[in-house]
């Protein structure tokens, strides 16, 4: 059960976090806000995977929920005065409440019902922050949100490299102003998500949520209870999906009910299902495969433009959707239990070298 086995596994995990953590320093600041932006809604999927992955309940809310962390936090930032590094968990917090209220009718209604009560949330929450409050969230223009910003003591009279000082608080202050800064906080928080995601799994909690999702009547049968758990399936993802909204929300400084929507919670689903429902590998493969291929396509709309100059526009703005429903209708064919699970194929293959045949 251990889940680095050999000593050359942890040299190979280390260095690959050591380049995660070096990329700033040696890549383009394109490709450094690439990888920061698989991070971010790599988080959101692994909330989803163990709500829909672990405990088998389908919801289309996870964008909506993305939208409640990232305003708390935009409001505690920009006008409680907080630090952004308080903020956070409190976003988190904040979202995961607000996804026990959704996750209210998963006693009662279970399959297509209970996605279409997950995805009232996907229009009642940008509602409310359209028209609820204006004084505060600012109707439809939504809130330009803070730079996140560390304060640390000034040492022989003199800032550290990268930081400014203060004169009004006496301090050095670090902004995390550019990709190349900010993915720093992605990369801690995706470690920490993940960590204790795939803990999650390993523990009595993560037997009760599968059993729950391969068969709910025997589970009840046996003791669990089945709305307990399904309510803290519901408020774990929604705690994900609150830290992926507030650093999405940070990142871009700024955020509106139209920032996350319907087609990024359909997308966060899609991911699951390419990287593999109810595996600890399925939220970054997905989510990796899915992000580039958008990039993809992002190249390819000036080729295709060429070819279809009557409809540019048209042609353009759905070449992005058209890849995405192409690859996962390819996945649901040939490969259904996803890229992890083909990933686990090929790790016995090469166990079994060279009798794999």
Known sequence: MTVVRQRWQYVVLLAFLALLFLLPQVASASLVSLVNRICIFMIAVQGLNILTGYTGQIS?????????????SAILVGQAGWNFFLALPLA???????GLLFGLPSLRVKGFYLVMATLS?????????RNAFPS?????????????????PVLAETCFLGTTFDAAQGVCLYRFATPSQFIYITLVVLIFTTIVAHNIQRSRMGRALVSIRDNDLAAELLGIRLFSYKLRAFFIAAVYAGLSGALLAH?????????????????????LVVGGLGTSLGPIFGT?????????????????IALFPGNAGGVG??????????????????????????????????????FAR
């Not at 996907?122 to 509602?127: A, G």
């Open 92 to 98: 988190a917090l904040g979202a995961g409440l607000v």
């Open 251 to 271: 990142n871009i400084r700024h955020i509106n009910s139209a920032t996350i929507g319907l087609n990024d919670s359909i997308l966060l689903l899609g991911m």
């Open 60 to 72: 289309l809310g996870q964008a909506a929920f993305m939208t409640v962390g990232g305003y708390i």
């Open 121 to 129: 949330a996907q229009f009642i929450i940008p509602w409310f922050t």
């Open 136 to 152: 505060v969230l600012n109707g439809a223009q939504g809130l330009n949100v803070p730079i996140p910003v560390i304060k640390l």
């Open 288 to 304: 990796t495969l899915i992000v580039l291929l958008q990039e993809l396509a992002t190249v390819l709309t000036p080729f295709v």
């Open 317 to 354: 703005a759905a070449l992005r959707p058209l890849i995405f429903g192409l690859a996962l209708t390819l996945f649901l064919i040939f490969e259904p239990r996803g890229l992890a699970y083909r990933w686990k194929l090929i790790k016995a293959a090469w166990r079994l070298r060279p």
